[in-house]
T-cell receptor, first 113, second 116 residues
Framework: GDSVTQMEGPVTLSEEAFLTINCTYT??????LFWYVQYPGEGLQLLLK?????DKGSNKGFEATYRKETTSFHLEKGSVQVSDSAVYFC????????????FGAGTRLFVKA | EPEVTQTPSHQVTQMGQEVILRCVPI?????FYWYRQILGQKVEFLVS????????KSEIFDDQFSVERPDGSNFTLKIRSTKLEDSAMYFC??????????????FGPGTRLTVT
């Protein structure tokens, strides 16, 4: 079945460091890909999305490119801030059945001042 | 901007009791979902609902769970006899019919269920 694998955390960075969180997926058909962010004690917020191969999603300085050839959707940010500390979930929604969303395990990011 | 709402934000119940979690999806959406997240773990799909019936469900969604759209606005998740392991954050989501590639779901803020 469909699945999402993302790098284990936690990831600890200093402020202004470069961030990469790796994400790869397995899916039949042509899924849409997403990154969600969850701040402590809060719900899921959509960070960015891409709906087809070579699309780049971007928001708040974060970006990710839908790579069909490597089945990847890595999250990057050039300069992280303390306020970026959160858990990041990579996810896919495939065009099968009820269009359910499959989430990765989540990567916790800590940014130190 | 339209949003998915959920009530209550926190529900505490005793083991063996029935609970109903409520959601109001975005008004013109046609697909409805429940997901759960056990503390510190990943978000897991429970069930999808379309055209007044379940379109897909996971292994987690056993006979203890049921969903209903009792009127034109609410979407509920019922757990008949709660277990300790049902303690989790439950997220409701909805999606429009959409065209090719329009698979984005809109998530509610969640209901934290604590079973004691």
């Amino acid at each position: 079945g469909d699945s999402v694998t993302q790098m284990e955390g936690p990831v600890t960075l200093s402020e202004e460091a470069f961030l990469t969180i790796n994400c790869t997926y397995t899916a039949t058909g042509y899924p849409s890909l997403f990154w969600y962010v969850q701040y402590p004690g809060e719900g899921l917020q959509l960070l960015l999305k891409a709906t087809k191969a070579d699309d780049k999603g971007s928001n708040k300085g974060f970006e990710a490119t839908y790579r069909k050839e490597t089945t990847s959707f890595h999250l990057e940010k050039g300069s992280v801030q303390v306020s970026d500390s959160a858990v990041y979930f990579c996810a896919l929604t495939a065009n099968t059945g009820g269009f359910k969303t499959i989430f990765g395990a989540g990567t916790r990011l800590f940014v130190k001042a | 901007e339209p949003e998915v709402t959920q009530t209550p934000s926190h529900q505490v119940t005793q083991m063996g009791q029935e609970v109903i979690l409520r959601c109001v999806p975005i008004s013109n959406h046609l697909y409805f979902y429940w997901y759960r997240q056990i503390l510190g773990q990943k978000v897991e799909f429970l069930v999808s609902f379309y055209n007044n019936e379940i379109s897909e469900k996971s292994e987690i969604f056993d006979d203890q769970f049921s969903v209903e759209r009792p009127d034109g606005s609410n979407f509920t998740l019922k757990i008949r006899s709660t277990k300790l392991e049902d303690s989790a954050m439950y997220f409701c989501a909805s999606k429009t019919l959409g065209g090719q590639g329009e698979y984005e779901q809109y998530f509610g803020p969640g209901t934290r269920l604590t079973v004691t």
